[in-house]
């Protein structure tokens, strides 16, 4: 069985084909991180029109790159939220468009089950384990009990993680996108010259906050006298550091919630953007280790947005034969555990 994916929720435009047997075919991703740099953040009219004025050729691309055609496909999967909404349309006709005329399957996939469900195609992971998904967007601990089944441990009250990176790069003057150039810039820097808090550490639960932490950033710049390349790179690696610092705190909450419930040896998975961070990979193994899990990660290509683990979730879809009618419509927010909300305002009563 052989599926096209398409992935157009931010700002990457891709397009893969994946089989059954675990095997990419192809894959093509056109990151548009240059037009929206003079912006200092996606800007959601310019993704859209990106993704529609690119869309065809990646898919062509990755068609002539296979081997195939689109006769030899027996699905179409396209993200069909949540994100920007002007490049889920794109996605979500062309998949359609393609579906229809080729008489198969469309899958209207969550763009959050792509990011949990990859490791599955990469390690042939079995269910359960505990996922740490980490991006722009999104910054959550999942149980990922089975295909559409998780359970929300916690996420974060303000912004994700990614988010933070990308503000506190824009301030430090840095560009975009932060995770990278923070990264980057933070091996040349001291990370205890500067003291910054680690909002939610030590918190029952495992629920994540990074607006303090943006805000003691900004105060600790307006109070410098020069921001010479060494004070950046000392904010950078301290920075880093303390998002780190909160994310291994929040999981080591939820291994030990995981733990109760599931069978010894399972797996911790990270994935998103921000999964990318080496530093933040390193601290995790150490954790892995201390709480004798196994710890999955990605290779970088398919931890940030791609097309691959939407084709992938594709067929994890496909096989159960959970297929979306043509009149599917995009979905901006849509998340991942519906009830998840509803369990922490009851527990708050
Ligand atoms: O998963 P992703 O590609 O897109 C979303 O679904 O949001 O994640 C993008 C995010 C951006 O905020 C970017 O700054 C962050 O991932 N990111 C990183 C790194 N590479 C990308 N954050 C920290 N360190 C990195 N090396
Ligand atoms: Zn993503």
């Not at 990755?62 to 993200?79: P, Q």
């Not at 950046?232 to 610092?245: K, S």
Request: hydrophobic share 45%.
């Amino acid at each position: 069985m052989i599926l096209l994916g398409i992935e157009t929720s931010c700002d990457e435009t891709a397009a893969a084909f994946v089989d059954d047997t675990r095997r990419i075919l192809a894959e093509r991703v056109l990151p548009q991180a240059k037009v929206h740099q003079p912006f200092g953040g996606v800007v959601p009219e310019i993704a859209a029109r990106a993704h529609l004025q690119h869309i065809d050729r990646l898919v062509n691309a990755a068609m002539r790159r296979a081997g195939l055609s689109l006769a030899d496909i027996d699905g179409v999967a396209a993200t069909g939220g949540p994100g920007l909404i002007g490049g889920l349309i794109v996605g979500v006709m062309t998949a359609k468009a393609i579906a229809a005329v080729h008489n198969v399957p469309f899958l209207a996939i969550n763009h959050l089950e792509g990011h949990a469900l990859t490791a599955r195609l990469t390690h042939d992971l079995p269910f359960p384990y505990l996922l740490l998904l980490v991006s722009g967007g999104h910054c959550q601990l999942l149980v990922t009990e089975g295909v559409g089944r998780y359970y929300r441990l916690g996420t974060t009250l303000d912004d994700s993680a990614g988010e933070a990176f990308d503000k506190v790069a824009k301030m430090l003057g840095l560009g975009y996108p932060g995770g990278p150039v923070i990264e980057k810039c933070a091996l040349n820097g001291d990370p205890r010259r500067f003291t910054l808090p680690r909002p939610m550490k030590g918190r029952a639960g495992c629920d994540f906050s990074f607006s303090g932490l943006k805000t003691a950033v900004r105060l600790t710049l307006q109070r410098l006298e020069s921001r010479t390349p060494q004070t950046i790179a000392d904010l950078a690696a301290a920075f880093q550091a303390a998002v780190t610092d909160v994310l291994i705190d929040r999981t080591r909450e939820a291994v030990k919630i995981f733990r109760t419930g599931w069978p010894e040896g399972s797996a911790l998975v990270v994935s998103g953007g921000v999964a990318a961070n080496q530093f933040l990979r390193k601290k995790l193994t150490v954790l892995t280790r201390a709480e004798n899990l196994l710890f999955i990660a990605p290779p970088l290509r398919l931890c940030t947005d791609n097309a691959v683990m939407i084709a992938w979730a594709g067929v994890e879809r496909f096989r159960l034969g959970r297929y979306d009618r043509l009149d599917f419509k995009p979905r901006p927010r849509w998340p991942l555990d519906p009830l998840a909300s509803q369990r922490e305002n009851i527990s708050l009563l």
